[in-house]
């Protein structure tokens, strides 16, 4: 069973930064999985962010590319999420996913396991 669990969230104004980081449980062969970030807003789907496959390809949504990086520690069980620029729009809760060995999924669905989120909120 793999957990995940979410910090780093919070409260900031348009243009600046935050950095997600997500712990997976220790005794995992990290290295093996695919990582990723979901995030879902108010009222809408829940939508892919970033992906980090296990091989070190990684892929990001039109919407965040160029201001979004996703990178991981495989000595630390961590997979992280630099924001930059961050607009009113990033406003969601993000989720960290995980698969093992897979490429990139878009969909959620394809995606066993999930943290409980961590809620990013940009001011205007």
């Known amino acids: 069973q793999v957990q995940l669990v979410e910090s780093g969230g919070g409260l900031v104004q348009a243009g600046g930064s935050l950095r997600l980081s997500c712990a997976a449980s220790s005794g995992l062969t990290f290295s093996s999985y695919t990582m990723g970030w979901f995030r879902q807003a108010p009222g809408k789907e829940r939508e892919f962010v970033a992906g980090?496959?296990?091989?070190?390809?990684?892929d990001y949504a039109d919407s965040v590319k160029g201001r979004f990086t996703i990178d991981r520690d495989n000595a630390k069980n961590t997979v992280y999420l630099q924001m930059n620029s961050l607009k009113p729009e990033d406003t969601a809760i993000y989720y960290c996913?995980?698969?093992?060995?897979?490429?990139?999924?878009?969909?959620?669905?394809?995606?066993?396991?999930w943290g409980q989120g961590t809620q990013v909120t940009v001011s205007s």
């Open positions: 980090d496959t296990y091989i070190r390809s990684t």
């Open positions: 996913v995980a698969r093992y060995k897979s490429r990139i999924y878009y969909k959620p669905g394809e995606y066993a396991y």
